[in-house]
């Protein structure tokens, strides 16, 4: 895999490199959308060919709780005419650039935050979702001391830390937010610090610079191990039934063109989520395989008893109208979406459909 860049989505600025697109008119407060957490010329393949190396652009480095986004297709795709390597995924790590690379077709398909994609759509950029790889995630909102309750995060004591307004983690947080029935969201908190990476917040609430903040359950765990004091306030997995965290989408021409091609991606991830929620030691030993740092291995087990007890990983597809609409209205309360989209509108069905087939087959 490639690495380019880090994140800083959709600056004021744009990049408008060689004039292929520019993005500038896009807001700044979508400058963390798309984290949190090559060139190579695309494919030109037909509707009814699979192209076996289609470049995936993603914008952060995989995680174990979303392992398939590239175990799909390196391990499970030779059963449906891939052949794909680590070399055809770019880690662009700011949505920016891989929002570029995949207009100017140097990306076939672009792996992010399902809020940064809605965001892209809303904008009027030509991109569909076609298939989920992360549905929920092992966050938590996590608080030390006394802090053990929704309540107290609006407490204007209370030290929170966030991911900046867009974020992916701040997706999370106010996901979790309303499934609690708070009555606000993270823009709504008092004194709250932007921290974009979940392992700086950890680290934060490790040191008392934060009293709360939205982590990975095996980092507040960590936490726990050295302070004693954690309090569990709220999960993400479990208890937010029609999230859905992480996407891939491609350009609308570039799908037309690429149906089998796209469904046999979204057929791997599928075959890949099952396979290794079957096998402890097949989900480890991908994760050694795929994992620049894959985490101590008892972390992997706790990691491993959530996937198979809760519905992360897209083991029959995950898209519904009913998440992809729970996803549409998170956006528009948190600001970020200002249309009335529809599951029609960010949405192409045809790969997951011709992915079920290839399945069943």
């Known amino acids: 895999m490639a690495e380019v860049s880090r994140r800083e989505f959709l600056r004021r600025s744009g990049i408008g490199a060689g004039g292929v697109v520019t993005l500038g008119s896009l807001s700044a407060l979508l400058a963390a959308c798309g984290g949190d957490d090559e060139e190579s010329g695309g494919s030109g393949a037909t509707e009814n060919k699979v192209n076996p190396t289609p470049t995936i652009g ?22 449906f005419g891939l052949k794909m390597t680590k070399d055809d995924f770019t880690i662009f790590d700011s949505s920016t650039t891989l929002t570029q690379s995949t207009l100017s077709g140097q990306a076939d398909i672009a792996g992010q935050s399902t809020i940064a994609h809605l965001l892209l759509i809303d904008r009027g950029q030509p991109f ?81 610079d934060c009293d709360a903040t939205v982590i990975h359950i095996v980092q507040a765990n960590a ?67 795929l994992m620049e740092e894959p985490p101590p291995k008892e972390e992997l087990q706790e990691l491993f008893d959530i996937l198979k007890q809760n519905e992360i990983y897209p083991v029959d597809g995950g898209i519904t109208d009913e998440r992809l609409q729970y996803m549409i209205d998170l956006g528009k309360e948190e600001g970020i979406i200002e249309n009335d989209l529809t599951p029609d509108d960010v949405f192409d069905p045809r790969p997951l459909e011709r992915a079920m087939e290839l399945l069943e087959a």
Do not use: H
Request: one cysteine or more; charged letters at 20%; proline letters at 4%.
């Open 223 to 289: 936490v726990q191990k050295e302070t004693g004091d954690v309090n569990i306030i709220a999960k993400l997995y479990g208890e937010v039934p029609n999230f859905m965290k992480e996407a891939y989408a491609a350009r609308t021409d570039w799908l037309d063109e690429n149906i089998e091609t796209a469904a046999a991606v979204t057929a791997s991830v599928i075959q890949n989520s099952r396979d290794l929620l079957a096998s402890y030691e097949d989900f480890e030993a991908a994760c050694e395989q």
């Open 58 to 79: 993603l914008s952060s480095s995989p995680g174990a709780s979303y392992l398939p986004v590239i175990a799909g297709p390196i391990l499970a795709g030779s059963q």
């Open 128 to 208: 569909k979702l076609f298939a989920t790889y992360s549905l929920s995630d092992d966050f938590v909102i996590a608080g030390r001391g006394d802090i053990k309750t929704i309540e107290q995060l609006k407490d204007p004591s209370t030290v929170v830390a966030s991911d900046s307004p867009g974020g992916a983690g701040q997706a999370v947080f106010d996901a979790m937010l309303k499934a609690n029935n708070a009555g606000f969201l993270v823009t709504d908190i008092p004194k709250k610090i932007i921290v974009e990476s979940s392992g700086e917040r950890t680290s934060a609430l490790a040191s008392g």
